[in-house]
């Protein structure tokens, strides 16, 4: 099988243009076959505010009414993701912009209200892993915003990392796939005020060791759990690292 | 040849549910190879407003300096197409949306500074049907927005209009194109304020004639000569007709 690296950006690293600049050339430097996922949650909030619209968080995800499904789409959809399109254009990568009702490819389920009513947020039910490999045989690289499809409400507010792994699943059975999270640290760190302290190498048995000394907590483990599902479906290799270090071979590997 | 239909519809259909939804109707239901070429000015000017930004325009075109292009991109590659791709989804119109820098299918120069200074407005330079036909033979309908694209300055405001005659030509060597421009009216009127007395055919010596009596006048003429260079081009057929009519054979059909 070819290999197909597929990197995952935050939105802080996309929405300023120096950080941007630099990440379409590093991204663009990488050979083979590749995908970008991306964010946007801040230039999101920014509009919303201007725009006049409170954004509501619930444990750092947006409550998305049918006015914020507006901004996310324009800022998600429109700003973010065409201006990464444009800008690996310009450095001769053949980028295709897409959310998840483009082609199909990101079919989800509006998350069902328990405690909290997410509004229009997709749980993700299936990738179409054919037709985005078939785009990627065509010399095509697909750049995927964080909103997924549904038939019955259209499109749906959707985690960029979740989008991410799922891509990532769904195009492991035709692609050695290496999932790399880009992140403000260089990976996941032993001691959290310490940024050399990179932990290279992370195993299913290394990952419960760390949690049980209480080394990775917080945001880092839904971030883990989600590395260790792809895996578990079929992707290769998990890396987190820093978005300046893409391509460098650093940061912290994750396997089986 | 295989035949394709390709329709433009201006903003305000697009913008409003209950014109989009009757309109998205039509589109679906279609038969055979086909493309949407779609405006939204209307919501730009709204959401420039919203966030501040003054909306100038000179003839009918819009002034586009680098905070208006940040508007323009999210509302017409974000909002509207996106809207317009997971409402064919939603009925199994397997659509995708694109601007001019997805695949790179639609690059202009931008406009030369001459008495107005357009700022960042594309002139088109070349359409990649090749790539469109190629789309569009794996089932593929291709949903566009008016943003062409230049590896200089990267997106670009164009004129939808423009973006539909010209893709028509690109397509014209693939398919047997009919381009339709949806307009507000049932076609070109002989009488301006009779909605009923559209001309049926409209070829270069009636034009000329129309136009030498004072009947064909004012945006109708651009709009014409827009359709009679899309025709010279290959392209087989133009038909003028409003959004409603969309599929009835009624309006007026221009050809050589």
Do not use: W
Request: with cysteine; glycine share 10%.
């Amino acid at each position: 099988m070819e290999q197909l690296t597929l990197v995952k950006v935050g939105g802080k690293i996309v929405e300023e243009a120096d950080t941007l600049q630099a990440l379409l050339n590093d991204f663009a430097a990488i050979s083979g076959h590749k995908a970008l996922v991306h964010g946007g949650g801040r230039s999101a909030t920014r509009i919303a505010t201007l725009l006049g619209i409170e954004s509501k968080m619930v444990d750092g995800r947006r409550i998305t009414d049918a006015e914020t499904l507006k901004v996310v789409t324009m800022v998600y959809g429109g700003l973010v993701n065409k201006n990464i399109v444009a800008g690996l254009q310009s450095r001769s990568v053949n980028a295709l912009g897409l959310t998840g009702a483009d082609l199909g490819v990101i079919l989800s389920d509006k998350r069902p209200v328990k405690e909290v009513d997410y509004g229009f947020v997709g749980d993700v039910k299936q990738v179409d892993g054919d037709r985005l490999a078939s785009l990627v045989a065509q010399g095509i690289v697909p750049v995927m915003a964080p909103l997924s499809f549904s038939k019955q409400y259209g499109l749906l507010n959707t985690n960029a990392d979740t989008i991410a792994a799922e891509t990532a699943k769904g195009l492991a059975r035709h692609y050695e796939v290496n999932l790399t999270f880009c992140f403000e640290k260089k990976g996941v760190l032993e001691r959290e005020d310490d940024d050399d302290s990179v932990i290279p190498h992370i195993t299913p048995d290394l990952y419960e060791d760390f949690k049980s000394r209480g080394i990775i907590t917080g945001g880092m483990i839904p971030k883990l759990d989600n590395a260790f599902d792809a895996l578990r479906c079929g992707v290769s290799q998990v890396t987190i690292t820093k978005a300046s270090e893409l391509g460098k071979g650093t940061g912290t590997v994750v396997t089986l």
